[in-house]
């Protein structure tokens, strides 16, 4: 049973344009939730996180918004660059803010195209 | 300041046979975490460590599966004996504390079982 759903397996999106990633979550005590970026051959690496008290994070290009009552969180990218183009995954934690036990979605394939 | 290490990056084993992944964390970080990535699937946690103790062993196959951090440090995972659905990359992640939810993962390793 997957308790973080990312629907969509790729999405192609026009340099400069936005890119709107979206994640899905079943489990209500999931209480912090983070995005990693994946290139291939290379691990996961930290993007960006949210905790379940706040709405709206936002670090330069990349803000994710929550939306609790949803379940529902996405990650948007302005302007989407070359270098954005990679895996991205939606992970969620039930541990206070802490990674404990991180639920991982299957991932998006971001491909920026110029 | 140095990552995760990971080795061997890729190995090829024949189904029954046996195999080990050696991780070195960041210096300095208490918590290791070992994941298992199939193909089109998000990272699943296998074992998480708090210096040399077991934090999380719950979804650990432990019938093959095992995994140590002697002194707090370095850590080994094994597989023995392997079978077909263990074809995966391993991820090591290790982080600074548990109450941060970042995460900084290795290269991985990719296990492919013939």
């Known amino acids: 049973d997957q308790q973080v759903k990312q629907n969509s397996p790729s999405l192609s999106v026009q340099e400069g344009r936005i890119s709107i990633l979206n994640c899905d979550y079943t489990n209500s005590m999931f209480d912090y939730f983070l995005w990693y970026k994946k290139y291939p051959a290379e691990g996961p690496t930290f993007l960006i996180s949210?905790?379940?008290?706040?709405d709206k994070n936002e670090d330069g290009r990349f803000t994710v918004f929550l939306n609790k009552s949803a379940k529902h969180l996405s990650l948007h990218i302005v302007p989407s660059q070359p270098g954005d183009s990679a895996v991205y995954f939606c992970?969620?934690?039930?541990?206070?803010?802490?990674?404990?036990?991180?639920?991982f979605g299957k991932g998006t394939h971001l491909i920026i195209q110029p | 300041e140095a990552g995760v290490a990971q080795s061997p990056r890729y190995k090829i084993i024949e189904k029954r046979q046996s195999v080990a992944f050696w991780c070195n964390p960041i210096?300095?970080?208490?918590?290791l975490y070992w994941y298992q990535q199939i193909l089109g699937q998000g990272p699943k946690l296998l074992i998480q460590f708090q210096n040399n103790g077991v934090v999380d062993d719950s979804q650990l196959p432990k019938d093959r599966f095992s995994a140590e951090r002697l002194k707090g440090v370095d850590s080994t995972l094994k597989i023995q004996p392997a079978k077909l659905e263990d074809s995966a990359v391993y991820l090591c992640a290790s982080s600074r504390q548990r109450t941060t939810g970042e995460l900084f993962f290795g290269e991985g390793s990719r296990l492919t079982v013939l």
């Open positions: 992970a969620a934690s039930d541990s206070g803010g802490g990674a404990d036990g991180l639920t």
């Open positions: 210096s300095g970080h208490a918590t």
């Open positions: 949210i905790s379940s008290i706040k």
